[in-house]
């Protein structure tokens, strides 16, 4: 059996780091990765795919990433349950489980940020 992705894209926002009650660290991003071929207006679609990191990889890109920065992810599917009422819907949840630093952005001084 393989439950294996593989995504390329830019950051949508400034991560930040939540610690849960059990102490754990978790992080959720929105990754932008653009479609590699055009539609029917010759325009280039984008996909926003939410990803979650934990603990150390978590820390690792929150610190290290900014809106817009350059990422790749590895990670894995992982479905849920979720009840509403008495309806029950399944979730499919994307786990971060490497994250490569291909083109990050860094606020240096707090007023621009530039590509290292």
């Not at 590699?36 to 280039?44: A, R």
């Not at 008495?86 to 489980?97: H, N, Q, R, W, Y």
């Amino acid at each position: 059996m393989l439950n294996n992705v593989v995504l390329v894209g830019r950051t949508v926002e400034d991560l930040t780091i939540v610690t849960l009650d059990s102490g754990l660290k978790t992080c959720k991003l929105v990754l932008a990765v653009q479609r590699g071929f055009k539609n029917e207006d010759g325009n280039y679609d984008t996909d926003f795919i939410p990803i979650t990191l934990w603990e150390g990889i978590a820390q690792a890109t929150a610190n290290n990433c900014k809106k817009g920065s350059v990422i790749g992810v590895k990670g894995r599917l992982q479905t849920r349950i979720i009840e509403i009422g008495d309806v029950k819907l399944k979730s499919i949840d994307l786990i971060g489980e490497r994250v490569s630093f291909i083109n990050i952005k860094k606020d240096f001084d707090n007023s621009t940020n530039n590509q290292i």
